[in-house]
């Protein structure tokens, strides 16, 4: 792995995003002017950053395409003012009157845009408490894995719900992602039984980096969120980690660490293809072990 820095120091924002876009806006600008005082060369926030609501007509009222997004604007001016790597884990922004997309923006200390990522896996699920969410119902799925770079460093995008879909992950590992990054609006209820669990799970299985950025807290539309913001490192330790509240969470990631652990254990270099057979079936179904 050649990168050009081994030491990069990062900052997680945690939020809790509520229903005025100039709210949010100016609230995660005070947590990413904090994370850069602290040092911060890349800064995280979570899932959805510019607005949280379920009501559907409600959210494609404030909703902007991309090239009009007021909070676009004004995150892509703050990276060049503090001349950071910005990462905003998530805007919704409309594409049309009746949909929308849940992307991610890396953006370069010049305030230029170096990747987008659309989520690419959609939240339609009933919970056991009664909560219902169909992300399908307003969102366009995204069909594309995406790796960007952050000082030589090859992080891999995904957003939330991805998170329980661990080819995603090994795909962007074999394409040569040293860190994976998870920002997120966990339910607490399912962040309560898993959230730990799969950010850990993700990191050992890929000998990687995960950086998660969190929605924490109960927020104005009355949906509750997990909080627990976390950076784990390549064996699976968790090294820093939020609690509910809006915040900052710093930490430091050593890229000699992502080496270290892919030659100790090379489980990215030994996965092979292989096929399942359907019980009763005659045929096969064939699935990609690893890359060819």
């Known amino acids: 792995m050649s990168t ?12 809790r995003t509520g229903r005025d876009v100039a709210a949010n806006i100016a609230s995660a600008t005070a947590l990413i002017r904090e994370a850069a ?18 009501d ?35 805007l919704a922004l409309k594409i049309s009157e009746h949909r929308a997309v849940n992307r991610g923006f890396l953006i370069t200390p010049e305030g230029e845009i170096s990747a987008r990522y659309d989520k690419i896996h959609m939240f339609d699920v009933d919970l056991p408490n009664g909560e219902t969410y169909r992300e399908s119902t307003s969102y366009r799925p995204g069909e594309r894995a995406v790796v960007g770079d952050v000082d ?7 957003i939330c719900y991805d998170l329980r879909f661990p080819a995603l992950y090994r795909g962007l590992a074999e394409a040569g992602a040293h860190v994976l990054t998870v920002p997120a609006a966990f339910t607490r209820p399912t962040g309560e039984a898993h959230w730990h669990i799969l ?57 000699k660490e992502v080496a270290t652990v892919r030659e100790r254990i090379p489980s990215l270099r030994h996965g092979r293809r292989f096929e399942v057979s359907e019980a009763g079936h005659a045929g096969h179904l064939h699935l990609v072990g690893a890359s060819s």
């Open 199 to 255: 950010l850990r799970a993700r990191a050992i299985e890929n000998g990687a980096y995960v950086l998660a950025a969190a929605q924490g807290g109960r927020h104005e539309n009355g949906r509750e969120t997990y909080g627990h913001s976390l950076v784990v490192d390549p064996w699976g330790r968790i090294i820093a980690e939020g609690g509910t509240d809006p915040g900052v969470i710093l930490a430091e990631i050593d890229m």
């Open 152 to 158: 030589g460093i090859n992080l891999g995008l995904t």
């Open 37 to 54: 005082q602290g040092g911060a060369r890349y800064v995280q926030t979570p899932e959805t950053t510019n607005l949280m609501e379920l």
């Open 4 to 15: 050009t820095t081994d030491m990069l120091r990062i900052a997680l924002v945690q939020m």
């Open 56 to 90: 559907r007509s409600v959210l494609f009222q404030r909703l902007h395409e991309e090239e009009t997004d007021p909070a676009l604007a004004a995150f892509r001016a703050l990276a060049q003012e503090l001349s950071i790597h910005l990462h905003i884990g998530s």
